[in-house]
């Protein structure tokens, strides 16, 4: 397997990623890229083409963000437990 850096874009109505070998990134491919208007994540993917990479990333991004959404559903909760609880304290 080999190393992938991932580029992303966002367009108006979806996101475009391009996977590039580790080895080959340079200072060029980089500026090239950011003309472009990509910017390079900071997830290295192990793969062994670039759609699997591209896969993997999409893997990557969906299970961060049902993380986060999991954790923001549990402050919003303990957040009106404690304003629950000041209306309680100051109140009665």
């Known amino acids: 397997m080999t190393k992938y850096n991932i580029f992303i874009k966002s367009d108006k109505n979806r996101a475009i990623a391009k996977a590039i ?3 080959d990134i340079t200072s060029v491919v980089t500026s090239e890229m950011k003309a472009q208007g ?3 994540h900071f997830v290295e993917v192990d793969a062994e083409n670039e ?3 591209i ?3 999409n893997e990557h991004n969906s299970g961060y963000l049902t993380a986060l959404g999991d954790f923001s559903g549990s402050i919003m909760i303990i957040s009106a437990v404690v304003v629950v ?3 309680v304290y100051f109140f009665l």
Do not use: P
Request: proline share 0%; aromatic share 14%; glycine share 0%.
């Open 21 to 23: 070998l580790k080895k």
């Open 85 to 87: 609880m000041a209306l």
């Open 38 to 40: 990509f910017r390079k």
């Open 51 to 53: 759609n699997e990479a």
């Open 55 to 57: 896969d993997k990333f």
